[in-house]
């Protein structure tokens, strides 16, 4: 009988096994469409034999089948692949999500049937303008088209500063809305691993919860660079890339003892990260740990913080590109040649200073001039015949020429067009510099301009032009490196699919293997059943 007995017990451990085996089966099925769910096996092993004395020896008598572990099948190399290039994508699906509106900003290059021009056919038609007056200096609507000119170009030049300046304030919001996520999805990690390491401990393997933990994990790869070590209990470590400014160096923002939150400080384009005293049980106020850049690595965050970075850039470079054309235009029209042949240039507070491009203020000096700012002079939108198209004598020799057959101060300003400027000097002036340091005219040619020795210089179509090919560049960056990143991570969640997903079809078939076993475990259970019944039966 006690053979007997023992065989039920073996037949018990079979029973409980297969019915383990369909139930995680049914949990597989179950959640076949469930984001993040790995799926789970039942891992069977041989059950611990006992020995038997016989005549020949001792031998191991098997007592059937237990179960080792549940299982998730999970390639955690793959794992990191994904997160890696995750955080590519996150990256560059935030600069594209700018790109296109960057790039329509400028609306370049336009089109034969286009209603608005583009900056660079206003500054085309306001040389142009210049050159009209050479030749037209008799029509009394010269000057008025001159002015309307040269307005039309600031005012296109105020109207890019200002989208550029909803561009970043657009990324900027979407940068702090993601840090809030972040913020979230770390303190939802903490909360997770802390149930996970209180069940581990009591020897469970809560494999949902670890799901639900990896997928967060996921998420946060997508909005940041991370690098994640496993200990022991699975206990996590998470670690971000960290760039002052020094050596770029890998810090913790989240383990067992804690985590760090994150904020965005849009003046300084930078992240602080900081210990937030309530989220992990200490005592005292919150403390930055550490201040970074971050647009350069990857994830949502960093792509947005980096559109903001990149449009800052595109406004200088339209600040440069205004105080060039303000300067150089400001220069001509009010240099002179003295009774001496010598070129003289009235400045700034002289009675016969006249600027034809301000910063809209009563200063009228290009330093404080901006893309956002520029205008043209008030007397001049009010009186555009105050405009000189020829030359003037300097106050000391009498009142100006105003012979209507003289143009060449406007010949002069019209040949800017072609004119070469150290603008890339403009553009990184230091603080406190002058533009006219970078601009100057040349006493032995009115109205052509020279530049300091050495420096690069470039004229105003050909700086703007570079402007337009480095926006497409960016564009067409963020485009080819989303598609790119979107094809990479598409094979790579195949692949893991493969290992970690659930398919229908092979789990039905495993439900029905598993069935036909608990069914024989339950025949076999009858027939002992009748043997026990033959036996009791011998003993009555």
């Known amino acids: 009988m006690a053979g007997l007995f023992d065989t039920l017990s073996t037949l018990k451990r079979a029973m409980n096994t297969q019915q383990a085996a369909i139930n995680t089966t049914s949990h597989n099925m179950s959640n076949v469409n469930t ?13 611990r034999p006992y020995n038997m004395y016989t005549p020949s020896g001792i031998m191991q008598l098997g007592t059937g089948v237990d179960i080792s572990s549940i299982s ?50 206003l500054i085309g038609s306001m040389w142009d303008s210049w050159q009209d007056a050479v030749n037209n200096p008799q029509n009394i609507n010269t000057k008025t088209g001159v002015v309307e000119a040269s307005l039309s170009v600031t005012n296109e030049l105020n109207h890019l500063y200002k989208q550029l300046s909803d561009v970043k304030s657009d990324s900027g919001t979407l940068a702090k809305q993601k840090v809030e996520s972040l913020n979230s999805i770390l303190s939802q990690i903490d909360d997770l691993s802390r149930q996970i390491t209180s069940a581990e401990i009591s020897g469970g393997k809560p494999n949902d919860l670890l799901d639900k933990r990896d997928l967060l994990v996921d998420k946060l790869s997508e909005m940041m660079d991370i690098d994640v070590d496993y200990g022991s209990y699975d206990k996590l470590t998470i670690t971000t890339s960290n760039y002052d400014g020094g050596e770029e160096t890998r810090i913790n923002i989240f383990d067992e003892l804690g985590y760090l939150k994150l904020n965005y400080d849009e003046a300084s384009n930078k992240i602080n990260w900081y210990q937030d005293a309530d989220s992990n049980g200490l005592a005292g106020t919150d403390e930055i740990k550490y201040t970074s850049t971050i647009d350069r690595k990857g994830g949502m965050i960093a792509g947005y913080v980096s559109v903001t970075q990149n449009v800052t850039d595109y406004q200088d470079r339209l600040n440069a590109l205004s ?17 001496d ?18 910063d809209g203020s009563d200063n009228s ?17 009010s009186n555009s015949e105050l405009l000189r198209l020829g030359m003037q004598l300097g106050s000391e020799y009498g009142e100006p020429v105003t012979d209507i057959s003289d143009t060449r101060r406007a010949l002069a300003i019209a040949q800017l067009k072609d004119a070469k400027f150290d603008i890339d000097g403009i553009l990184n002036m230091p603080e406190g510099g002058n533009t006219r340091d970078y601009i100057m005219i040349d006493p032995s040619n009115f109205g052509k301009l020279k530049t300091p020795d050495g420096s ?12 337009i090919l480095k926006l497409g560049s960016f564009a067409s960056e963020s485009k080819n490196m989303t598609s790119g990143e979107h094809e990479l991570i598409n094979e790579l969640l195949t692949r893991k699919d493969s290992i970690s997903g659930v398919n229908g079809d092979e789990e039905t078939v495993n439900m029905i293997e598993y069935q036909h076993a608990l069914n024989a475990a339950f025949k076999t259970i009858s027939i002992v059943d009748e043997l026990l019944q033959s036996v009791l039966d011998l003993i009555r």
Request: negative net charge.
């Open 456 to 467: 690069t210089t470039v004229s105003i179509n050909g700086f703007y032009e570079d402007f």
């Open 341 to 358: 042949g010598n070129v003289q240039t009235y400045d700034e507070g002289d009675a016969n200073y006249l600027a034809v491009f301000t």
């Open 323 to 339: 105080k060039s054309i303000a300067t150089a235009v400001n220069i001509v029209h009010n240099s002179y040649i003295d009774g």
């Open 72 to 121: 998730r099948i999970r390639d955690m190399f793959l794992d990191v692949q994904i997160r890696d290039e995750y955080s590519n994508l996150g990256k560059y699906e935030a600069r594209d999500e700018f790109a296109s509106e960057i790039e329509t900003i400028t609306l370049e290059p336009s089109s034969d049937t286009d209603e608005v021009s583009s900056l660079s056919e």
């Open 365 to 381: 000096g290009e330093d404080n001039i901006t893309a956002g700012n520029i205008t043209v002079n008030e007397s001049l939108r």
């Open 35 to 47: 984001e993040g769910y790995s799926r789970q096996r039942v891992d069977m092993t041989t059950s």
